[in-house]
């Protein structure tokens, strides 16, 4: 019998989302936080013109790129990483600075790859209650152990939808030990720039990184394209986990193009975030609970589990896939990405047939 490693075997399959439906209808999936909107024109063509040269490897350090992510954020170019998403810098990170004995920190409702990160590191992982479903500093630092090694925190939070200001994450790294890496996850920092100031110079104490992705706000999910800001000591060793060739030509033309293409990103900004506010408006107006969100989802809570799966059944039998949330713990909560107006006008009809159903049983 062939074995893998004792931490691999015991490890589940990551749980991705159930893109499966019931009745005929042609399915949407609302389930994994992909853009309702299409990338940049710019990063079409950029890609499609990479795909020329497919005969060559890709710039091993992301050249252009980076210049295009520094322009714009106004960071140093050689302080920026590159992975095929973000998650491949959650993973390198969580692998480099922790391993057998270390603990790695985050929130009882944080992002799952942190606590898979984790797991394929051989740490342990520990997570702080979150208070409202919202990162609280407090508990993080009161969580903190000698063998915490790195804490991970997504802000906006996934699946939550809420966020911490920026002034609260200052009060986390001063209250961390210099020796504890923090890494701020903002998959969903386009969604919330116009509410806060920026968190990248905290990368400039050497002890934080701070993450960003292509895959929401720039509608490039498919090409597999994050980012961060790194001090440089931190950088190197990273580097050296990561793929040499990590992120493909047509990825890395693509997404500098799209970076290069700030107003079509503010747009499917802007698009989404009205969409999601109109959604939620119609949600209390059926009397469906959602939270707060500075995000391309909502999260809806409903009374249990039980009402929770009749929900989902009810929208899975007109086409739309929401998330389910069981796997964190919140087994009355469904998770919905704000889609096109389409796939949100059918939500909020499919929901509003379910309550009035639910109502009268
Ligand atoms: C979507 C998401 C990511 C990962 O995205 P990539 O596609 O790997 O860049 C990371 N963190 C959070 C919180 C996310 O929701």
């Known amino acids: 019998m062939?074995?893998?490693?004792?931490?691999?075997?015991s490890l589940a399959a990551y749980a991705l989302a159930d893109l499966s439906v019931t009745g005929g209808a042609e399915p949407v999936s609302l389930a994994q936080n992909e853009s309702a909107d299409r990338p940049s024109p710019n990063a079409i063509s950029a890609a499609s013109r990479a795909?020329?040269?497919?005969?060559?490897?890709?710039?091993?350090?992301w050249q252009d790129l980076r210049r295009a992510i520094a322009e714009v954020h106004g960071v140093e170019a050689q302080s920026i990483l590159c992975g095929a998403g973000s998650m491949e810098l959650i993973g390198a990170l969580i692998r480099a600075y922790a391993g057998p004995g270390d603990e790695v920190l985050s929130t009882s409702l944080a992002y799952a790859f942190f606590r898979t990160a984790t797991a394929l590191?051989?740490?342990?992982?520990?997570?702080?209650?979150?208070?409202?479903?919202t990162v609280s500093v407090d508990a993080v630092l009161a969580a903190v152990s000698p063998r915490t090694r790195v804490v991970c925190v997504a802000n906006p939070g996934n699946p939550t939808?809420?966020?911490v200001p920026r002034a609260e994450l200052v009060r986390l790294r001063e209250g961390l030990p210099p020796d504890v890496l923090l890494v701020i996850d903002e998959a969903y920092g386009e969604f919330a720039d116009h509410l806060d100031e920026p968190v990248f110079d905290l990368c400039q104490r050497g002890d934080t990184v701070v993450l960003r992705t292509f895959s929401k706000a720039y509608s490039?999910?498919?090409m597999?394209?994050?980012?961060?800001?790194?001090?440089?000591?931190?950088?190197?060793?990273?580097r050296k986990i990561l793929n040499p060739n990590n992120v493909s030509a047509a990825s890395q033309a693509a997404a500098a193009a799209a970076m290069r293409d700030q107003a079509h990103m503010r747009e499917t900004v802007s698009v989404t975030v009205a969409r999601r506010d109109g959604f939620a408006r119609h949600l209390a107006r059926i009397g469906v609970e959602a939270g707060p969100s500075a995000t391309n989802f909502l999260l809806l809570r409903f009374s249990d589990a039980a009402e929770a799966k009749s929900a989902d059944d009810a929208l899975r039998g007109g086409g739309i896939l929401m998330r389910g949330m069981g796997g964190y713990g919140l087994p009355e909560c469904l998770r919905a990405t704000i889609g096109s107006a389409e796939a949100m006008e059918t939500a909020g009809s499919l929901l509003t047939d379910w309550t009035r159903k639910e109502r009268s049983r």
């Open 224 to 238: 597999r394209v994050g980012w961060g800001v790194f001090p440089a000591a931190i950088a190197r060793e990273v």
């Open 51 to 61: 795909a020329r040269r497919g005969e060559l490897y890709p710039d091993p350090d």
């Open 121 to 133: 590191s051989d740490a342990a992982y520990v997570a702080a209650a979150e208070e409202e479903m």
């Open 2 to 9: 062939i074995r893998a490693r004792a931490h691999i075997s």
């Open 161 to 163: 939808g809420t966020r």
């Open 220 to 222: 490039l999910a498919g």
